[in-house]
């Protein structure tokens, strides 16, 4: 089950956290890993560290440093996995960090450079592996494909405090939903997840105290170890007729999320006609009632 014996896998920020548990699973099932992280001296370290953990129990992988959302760098990426191994089956990103505010308060630079690292970050990736793949498909070869991006349950929440990772997660699952439409004529699966674990994201501010080992010792539901076999099994042949979905993972628990829906229909009662605002209040009152609650009874999903 979920043998990757001879696949090739990239994944970005995989120096540490989620990445980094991302990337022995895929070893551990057989594929040749490339360990991508920011060209930074501690990232750098962590990166090269993963190198080992993994050439330690057998397995193969290479370390490729650079920025993620850098054409650059991601041309460069590609190139030296080719080089090294030949192929690319396996595109997982995961790379990115958080610069909180409130939107009142968040400057250009930290809007910026957070939708720049997620969402950027998994375009030129996608498209580099993408292109790649159909290329190889229309000379005939038979591609095997996976996309798995990483967005967050802030997508849906809104988050308050992070316009800009909120926004860019949203962003990519809509940019991952596109990419499965696109490109199941050619068997290559694109899937999304969104992980719930202690990472360098969420181990400071007002999450840092939920997400740590509980104090007895017991199971730590948010030990980014526990996302990784649903990555491996996304990954593998077994998953090659899952295309286009969100998942939830944390834990020992996977939720699928279902698409959203539209809900109740408003006619203008005058006919085939632009509406008149005093229409619009008589139609839509019947929903926005005395029972209406705003914010929460509308599109946000709530959080408790």
Known sequence: MGDLTGKVAVITGAGRGLGREEAIQIARQGARVVINDIDRPDAAEAAHSA?????????????????????????????????AYGDLNIMINNAGFCRDKTIFGMSDDEFDSVVRVHLRGHFVNMRN?????????????????????????AAIYGSPGQPNYASAKAGIIAMAMGAA?????????????MPRALTDMTSSGQTAEMFQPPADGGFHVFDPANVAPLVGYLSSPEAASISGEVLVVWGNEVQILQRPTLSDVFINPQGAKKWELN??????????DENYYPVWGGYSVSPV
């Open 51 to 83: 190198v080992e953990e993994i050439k330690a129990f057998g397995g193969e992988a290479m370390a490729v440093l650079g920025d993620c959302a850098d054409s650059n760098d991601a041309d460069n990426l590609l190139k030296s996995t080719l080089d």
């Open 129 to 153: 592996a993408t292109a790649y793949w159909r290329d190889k498909a229309k000379t005939g070869e038979v591609v095997y494909g996976r996309l798995i991006s990483t967005s967050s349950e």
């Open 181 to 193: 439409q696109l490109l199941t004529k050619y068997g290559i699966t694109s899937n999304v997840i």
């Open 279 to 288: 229409d619009l209040h008589a139609s839509l009152a019947s929903h926005y």
